[in-house]
């Protein structure tokens, strides 16, 4: 950490600016993010939000704020009662169980746990503790069992949403409810119903509305004065600004000083919905390619813009994580054979290390810096991150060749402190997994086979057939079978006497899909049915000789130009 800490600027939503940030306790912030409702898998739109804000999060603590962090689970609510009822579950359970289930995604993501994962129905009592200070205040009234929200004695409603009551027609994401005194009065208490959960109230048998949750959990682990609040772009209306409203009810003094939003992912630019039927669960994505691989697609993008869900880009995101893998291993391999006698000094002399790597780590450390402009990402993501690489590959190659002793030690030291700063910046980012290099590598090549439907014996067949054309002067036989793998997102590469393979981007994708359903399969026949997204192809596809970590895929037929 610096010693100075960087001024760190936020867009408010509520101020509709970028903000310096200012936290309330020097040195401490609290931030409250909106959960998920837990009664299906999770999509790649909630992946969008926590991967912000665990990036947020991240960097907080990078800057040396300590954080306390609450991200709740709704556990009740209309959605989940009829998904379990259409089972004939409890409520409560279905619920658990689809927050394990996210909890298991989010760990695959490499989000951090929050510091607080409060549920729903373990607070209720703060629940109608608050519903009913808002009732003492004049801002709620009863109906029949039922209690709502009075919109017209909270004169600053609208301040988030930019919306005038007048707008808030019924219907329109407005309950439609005529014993309302406003139709934009909203639920603090619902009365209980036959085969739904309840709870006992100053109102009778019941359960809460849905926004009244967070303003109530919020206040318990954060007081109602606290830094930063965040979620969806769609939660901006009705949720959150029902909460400052009901908030504010409560506790007059009630305030979050950041509203913090992240935008949607669409699909074909079109907003991602289970109405709509365009969305991918985050276990389905991940059931082809590397949660890492996920994660750095959604990082490509501003937190707070549209990111477009392709094929085509998740694809390049694999081959990127692979690329920043595959360099570290690399790295790795060649300082494990040169670590004795590469001290930080030699002979009772500090080691410098080259000038190239000292300007690639200022750019890496600038890089990081520029995250406190409203958590920039694209720039250390797709500028400093990848030149360091291409740093450390070239210096691999430096590294074999014949040196004096002193160059090939700044060479050495070089490539160790070029480790640690990617691995730091890796490590804000949440791309540094805790396991081996090797290990992730592993993973990355048993996506890609699940992908091409290949398993790892057909394709080690494939290199020996290959093999044998190649002997036998075949080379066109050769270069289909290289073609052919290729297709499927897997490039084989001669190294010295040995061929080996890799994942790469499909080569010739005529028609981009999303597999319904992929397993390994024994041969290139028994390809799994796929059920085709149409996507847009936004960027061209890489070539697929193109050089990764010091090795370069050729053409078997030794008279054709090679591809540089």
Known sequence: MAE????????????????????????????????????????????????????????????????????????????????????????ISLSKDFSNEYLQDMEDLQ???????????????????????????????????????????????????GRKLEDNRSGERVAVDSRKRNPADFALWKSAK?????????????????????SAMSAKYLTPVFDIHGGGMDLIFPHHENEIAQSCAACPDSNVSYWVHNGFVTTNDEKMSKSLGNFFTIRKVTELYHPLALRHFLLGTHYRSPVNYSITQIEIAS??????????????????????????????????????????????????????????????????????????????TQLKKKQQQK??????????????????????????????????????????????????????????????????KEFSRGDKIRSDLASKGIALMDVGTETIWRPCMPVQQEQLAVPKEAKPCKDAEKQPEAQLVQVKLEDPLPNEQEKSSGVEAVKDNPTLPTTP
């Open 111 to 161: 989000c951090l746990l929050p510091t607080h994962q409060p549920r729903v129905s373990d607070h209720m009592k703060e629940i109608i503790d608050m519903i009913s200070q808002i009732e003492s205040n004049g801002c709620a009234y009863r109906v029949e069992g039922d209690v709502y929200f009075s919109v017209d004695n909270s004169p600053k409603y609208g301040q988030l949403s």
């Open 194 to 214: 036959e085969g739904e959960p309840s709870w006992e109230s100053p109102w009778g048998p019941g359960r809460p509305g849905w926004h009244i949750e967070c």
């Open 407 to 472: 160059q090939k030690q700044s060479v050495i030291q070089s490539l160790i402190e070029l480790e640690k700063e990617v691995r730091d910046a890796l490590d804000i980012l949440g791309l540094l997994s805790k396991l081996e290099y090797s290990e992730v590598l592993g993973q990355l090549k048993s996506k890609a086979l699940i992908r091409s439907g290949f398993e790892d014996e057909y394709i080690e067949d494939q290199i020996k057939e290959r093999a044998l054309a190649r002997k036998n």
């Open 4 to 91: 100075e800490r960087a001024e760190l600027i936020v867009y408010n939503s509520l101020t509709k600016q970028k903000e310096v940030f200012k936290p309330r306790v020097p040195g401490k912030v609290g931030m409250y993010v909106c959960g998920v409702t837990a009664y299906d898998y999770s999509h790649i739109g909630h992946a969008r939000a926590y991967v912000a804000f665990d990036v947020l999060f991240r960097y907080l603590k990078h800057l040396g704020y300590e954080v306390t962090y609450v991200r709740n689970f709704t556990d009740v609510d209309d959605k989940i009662i009829k998904r379990a009822n259409e089972r004939g579950v409890d409520p």
């Open 319 to 396: 081959e990127a994580v692979y690329r920043i893998y595959q360099t570290l291993q690399d790295c790795q391999d060649a300082l494990s054979l040169s670590r004795e006698g590469s001290a930080d000094t030699a002979g009772g002399k500090k080691v410098r290390i080259t000038d190239a790597a000292n300007e690639c780590i200022r750019n890496l450390q600038n890089d990081v810096k520029k995250m406190s402009d409203d958590l920039h990402t694209y720039s250390l993501l797709n500028s400093a991150l990848p030149e360091a690489l291409k740093l450390i590959n070239s210096s691999l």
